[in-house]
T-cell receptor, first 115, second 113 residues
Framework: EAGVTQFPSHSVIEKGQTVTLRCDPI?????LYWYRRVMGKEIKFLLH????????ESGMPNNRFLAERTGGTYSTLKVQPAELEDSGVYFC?????????????FGPGTRLTVT | GESVGLHLPTLSVQEGDNSIINCAYS??????FIWYKQESGKGPQFIID?????DKRQGQRVTVLLNKTVKHLSLQIAATQPGDSAVYFC????????????FGKGTLLTVNP
């Protein structure tokens, strides 16, 4: 069974540019989560999709971040315009049941560097 | 705000020794805890979990201890192996938070052969 995949693995962009990160969850997983870890800090929750609906987006830092999950399959996270403080590793996770936290499987992450 | 934190950012042990990684949390409403292992280039991988109504849980070579009195969580790895070298994160679920995880900063474990 393929795990959670993320693309790209690494992105380097200049301040003010736009970047779109993609996450493909495990097939059949209705729940999809985005997290990020900025340098030296904790991994922080960004948002949670159930199928195509945003269940909880309380962790989204500001309106420069837009997450979508059209069709309830893969998800994208767009940052526009990117700022220096957006640099970090963005993780995606998926699970079949929303209340089985231990079954949140994480992808390898996308390392975003904003210069 | 309340969050999960770690006492030691790095830990270096000899192969075969036991490792203990510690984690402090401050939210008394946390009802579920997970330890994750993250190897270089990979995402966090589930190791073991424990609910707040338990004090101890054992897995294969790993044991998690929970002390609710002092809000402390630890991960013990027996007979540490080079393959155990990774960053270890503790994470908590705060009751009523809709099952989103709050992570600590991570501890880098280095196992010397």
């Amino acid at each position: 069974e393929a795990g959670v995949t993320q693309f790209p693995s690494h992105s380097v962009i200049e301040k003010g540019q736009t970047v779109t990160l993609r996450c493909d969850p495990i097939s059949g997983h209705d729940n999809l989560y985005w997290y990020r870890r900025v340098m030296g800090k904790e991994i922080k929750f960004l948002l949670h999709f159930v199928k195509e609906s945003k269940q909880d987006e309380s962790g989204m830092p500001n309106n420069r971040f837009l997450a979508e999950r059209t069709g309830g399959t893969y998800s994208t996270l767009k940052v526009q315009p990117a700022e220096l403080e957006d640099s970090g590793v963005y993780f995606c996770a998926s699970s079949q049941e929303w209340n089985r936290i231990y079954e949140q499987y994480f992808g390898p992450g996308t390392r975003l560097t904003v210069t | 705000g309340e969050s999960v934190g770690l006492h030691l950012p790095t830990l270096s042990v000899q192969e075969g020794d036991n490792s203990i990684i510690n984690c402090a949390y401050s939210n008394s409403a946390s009802d579920y805890f997970i330890w994750y292992k993250q190897e270089s280039g990979k995402g966090p991988q589930f190791i073991i979990d424990i609910r707040s109504n338990m004090d101890k849980r054992q897995g294969q070579r790993v044991t998690v201890l929970l002390n609710k009195t002092v809000k402390h969580l630890s991960l013990q790895i027996a007979a540490t192996q080079p393959g155990d070298s990774a960053v270890y994160f503790c994470a908590e679920n705060i009751e009523g938070s809709n099952y989103k995880l709050t992570f600590g900063k991570g501890t880098l474990l280095t196992v010397n052969p």
